[in-house]
């Protein structure tokens, strides 16, 4: 009889207890082959690059180069490599961005120890992968009103993202962690939207951001 092939896991994840945690968990299933466990982003790239493996299981927040950047190089370069995120963090910002950066799974670290197996074999079905607790309703109406929104005012949907954070009171340096880039990028996203829209200061964006329902503030 013919043995499966195993399903071939890349994990990265900066806290050392948590990835031994992680790893311990999936090498119990019997065809489950972890073929790398690193701790920041670089590598996770790298070793993606040289192995291919059937899925990337990849902490949000690494230092050095954030699991969002990584995720983002390895969709453009190896598409067919599924990326699951792993993340403390359930809102709405950071599981759209994963998402349009190209991920098909997001967990939350207070997820309970089984739901890394089903996402797993999930995302090797086809099919996408959230953490119960993330709500299905706020992502599909998140992602509904920046698609009627992508072109508003001619806005791209980066920065109706950036929009978003702005008026919901994110700083520059939260708002490039979310979005996995540089605090110089998010600059000059804001200097084009204001620009784009002839608002001056904050205020007219969050006022803007407002009017148009894409800040409940």
Known sequence: ????????????????????GIKALLEKVADFEIVAD?????????????LLPDVAILDIAM??????????????AHPGVRVIMLSMHDTEE??????????????????????????????MNGSNWLSASISRQVVDSYLARVR??????????????VLKLVADGQRTKEIAYTLGVSIKTVETYRTQIMNRLGIQDVAGLVRYAIRQGISEL
């Open 1 to 20: 009889m013919t043995m499966k092939n195993p399903i071939r896991i890349l994990l990265a994840d900066d806290h050392n207890l948590v990835r031994a």
């Open 148 to 161: 009627s929104s992508d072109h508003r005012d001619g806005l791209t949907a980066r920065q109706m993202a």
């Open 38 to 50: 690193v701790a920041d982003g670089a590598l996770a790239l790298q070793l993606t690059t040289e």
């Open 63 to 76: 230092p050095g180069q954030t699991g969002l950047q990584a995720l983002e190089k390895i969709h453009q």
């Open 94 to 123: 950071h599981v759209i961005t994963a998402m349009r950066l190209g991920a098909v799974g997001y967990v939350l670290k207070s997820a309970a120890p089984q739901e890394m197996e089903l996402a797993v074999r999930s995302v």
